[in-house]
C-alpha cells in the first residue's frame, strides 16, 4: 500500500501512555513501516536507571528542555534542537535538568521498547506528566524489561553527577 499517514497530538487514533513519570503519545507511521516515533513528556528530574538495549539504536531530538546525557564514559549536557544518538550495547541514562519538563521525539528502528511502554504503561486519560506515577519495584522493571531488549544495569544518573557535568559545561 502507498499511502502517507498524517498524524496530530489531537488525532482520534494516535495512543498515549502514562510509562512511570512520562507521558508518551505514539505517533502513527504509514502502514508497513517498522520505524517507531514517540513523543515524551518528561517532568523535571526525570531519569531512568543506566540501562542497555542491545538490538536498539536510542535515538531522540529534543524538542524543549535540557538534560545531561550519559552514554558510556561520555556525559553531556543537551538541550532544545540536539539530535541525541547513543548505539546500541553502550550503557547510557539521562537526568532531566533545570525548573521545566523537557520534550523528546523518538525515533527507533524497531517496535522494542514501544512494546515495553504498552506494557507497563496505562493508557494516558490526558495529554500531561501523570500526577501521581507509578514506579515498580526494580525487580519486577528488569523482569518486564527483559524481553523486550531493555536491560536495567544501574542506578539513574544523580543530581549531583548531573550538577557536575552543568558546571563543567559552562
Do not use: K
Not at 22 to 32: F, I, Q, Y
Not at 52 to 68: N, P
Amino acid at each position: 500500500m502507498m499511502t502517507a499517514v498524517v498524524d496530530s497530538p489531537q488525532n482520534e487514533q494516535t495512543q498515549a501512555w502514562w510509562f512511570l513519570d512520562t507521558l508518551v503519545v505514539e505517533h502513527r507511521c504509514a502502514p508497513g513501516m517498522g520505524t517507531v516515533v514517540l513523543e515524551m513528556t518528561l517532568p523535571a528530574g526525570s531519569a531512568p536507571p543506566l540501562h542497555v538495549h542491545d538490538d536498539l539504536d536510542d535515538t531522540w531530538y529534543i524538542l524543549e528542555g535540557q538534560m545531561i546525557v550519559r552514554c558510556g564514559d561520555q556525559q553531556l549536557a543537551v538541550g532544545a534542537g540536539h539530535w541525541v544518538s547513543m548505539p546500541r550495547g553502550v550503557p547510557h541514562t539521562f537526568r532531566v535538568i533545570g525548573e521545566r519538563q523537557a520534550r523528546i521525539l523518538l525515533v527507533h528502528e524497531n517496535a522494542s521498547f514501544r512494546d515495553l511502554i504498552r506494557d507497563v504503561g496505562t493508557p494516558a486519560a490526558e495529554r500531561v506528566v501523570p500526577s501521581n506515577p507509578i514506579f515498580p519495584p526494580m525487580e519486577e522493571v528488569a523482569r518486564i524489561a527483559a524481553p523486550h531488549d531493555l536491560r536495567p544495569i544501574g542506578p539513574p544518573l544523580s543530581v549531583e553527577a548531573a550538577d557536575l557535568v552543568l558546571a563543567a559545561a559552562r
